[in-house]
């Protein structure tokens, strides 16, 4: 038996945030709260989204306060904002911190006696919240199909995961249009970390055959459009197919979960305070090669997908001519390991035991292939120093 779920309503390709007011009217919303950053609201395909909601008859408010990786504070107000404005719909509009904020202020509407530390963890959400559309502006976080929110408690100075259906939007928007003005670099850590999401979903120990389908499809279109997306040429096509493809590895892991690599890559991002994508993709060449003895046909399939010539050979080999694929695409990318970032060494050793005993802790390790120790991790992490 398995379990699928994503948006009732999943509205892809390049303009089909042009049907964001029908969608906003048809569950029943008048007033819209907007939850956004500063970077997004000011390009001109966000302000077209305002205008789209205008012109069908939206009332709407901006929320642009998420200016970092969204944090309790944060998201406390914008709860306020819903509530100055009587908005009745919460609209997320940006990266993985724009969308994981409205989701988080959507269900704190419902929850007036609680905090959102209470709701950390699985299912701890309570019904009822109202509708939520989340439209994404980078192909990478795949954030507009899951139902999980990360927010920082700064008091514990923790990254709390929120999971529980209540948090996947009712209806979501993946229009490349909206990741067009998006800068380089970060666009190039997005890209590597939908390709991990995908990848990792395909290997999971919860991985299902819905999953499957779309991981396979998603490391395809990735490996084909990822160097020309990231490129400072313009290539509308293969922007496009990234949007796409970030949005099916959300859904992907979205229902069979992330593994050893986030689970390792978190601890890196709260230590070092690194983008996450580029935390995935210092660790997700060794992760691979860790684990492929454990699911080698699995890896193959991967090596497959990326583009790799793999008939005729076993699939031990064909799993390493993946993680090769990997490297080359990571390193025409130009992607920086750990001690290039600056990382400071005195404080990765210091940290590196907690940062392991964290990722286990994250539960994300626990669907690997391999099951990884303590001691496995710390070696992975000191390898990719
Ligand atoms: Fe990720």
């Known amino acids: 038996m398995a379990e699928f779920h994503a948006p009732q309503d999943v509205y892809t390709g390049r303009g089909c945030r042009k049907a964001v007011g029908d969608s ?9 709260l907007v939850v956004t950053d500063p970077h997004v609201i000011a390009s001109a ?3 077209d989204v305002l205008e789209l909601l205008e012109n069908a008859g939206i009332a709407t408010i901006q929320y642009d306060g998420v200016i970092a990786e969204p944090t309790v504070e944060m998201v406390e107000a914008g709860l306020k904002v819903f509530h100055s404005f009587n908005s009745d719909i919460v609209i997320g509009l940006g990266g993985g911190s724009p969308m994981d904020a409205a989701k988080a202020i959507a269900v704190r509407a419902v929850s007036a006696n609680s905090s ?10 309570q019904t009822g919240r109202p509708p939520l559309i989340c439209l994404s502006t980078t192909a990478g976080t795949g954030a507009e199909v899951t139902p999980f929110s990360i927010i920082t408690d700064e008091e514990r100075d923790v990254k709390m995961l929120i999971s529980s259906l209540e948090l996947l939007p009712d209806v979501s928007f993946s229009d490349p249009a909206l990741a067009d003005t998006a800068p380089l670099r970060p666009s190039i850590y997005a890209g590597v970390d939908a390709l991990t999401h995908a990848i990792e979903a395909y290997v999971s ?6 999953t499957d389908d779309l991981a396979l499809s998603a490391i395809r279109r990735i490996s084909a459009s990822i160097v020309r997306a990231c490129s400072e040429d313009y290539d509308e096509e293969a922007r496009d197919d990234m949007t796409f493809a970030s949005m099916q590895a959300g859904m992907a ?13 978190r601890p ?3 230590v070092f305070h690194l983008p996450h994508g580029l935390c995935n993709s210092i660790l997700l060449q060794s992760v691979m090669a860790f684990s492929l003895g454990s699911a080698p046909q699995r890896y193959a399939s991967i090596a497959d997908a ?12 064909a799993a390493n001519c993946g993680i090769d694929k990997v490297r080359e695409i990571t390193e025409i990318l130009a ?18 035991v907690k940062m392991a005993e964290d990722a286990i802790a994250s539960g994300s390790p626990g669907n690997n292939p391999r099951i990884a120790t303590i001691d496995e991790i710390t070696e992975l992490y000191r390898q990719n120093y």
């Open 268 to 270: 890196i991002g709260a």
């Open 116 to 125: 959102l530390p209470k709701l950390e963890g699985a299912n701890k959400v």
């Open 335 to 352: 992607v920086p390991t750990l001690s290039q970032t600056g990382a400071d060494l005195d404080l990765f050793e210091r940290s590196v």
């Open 205 to 210: 120990r919860k991985a299902q055959p819905i």
């Open 24 to 32: 906003v009217t048809k569950l029943g919303g008048s007033r819209a």
């Open 45 to 47: 395909a966000a302000q």
């Open 253 to 265: 892991f979205a229902n069979s979960s992330v593994a050893l690599v986030h689970g390792m890559a």
């Open 306 to 317: 990326l583009g790799c010539e793999v008939g005729g050979l076993d699939s031990i080999t």
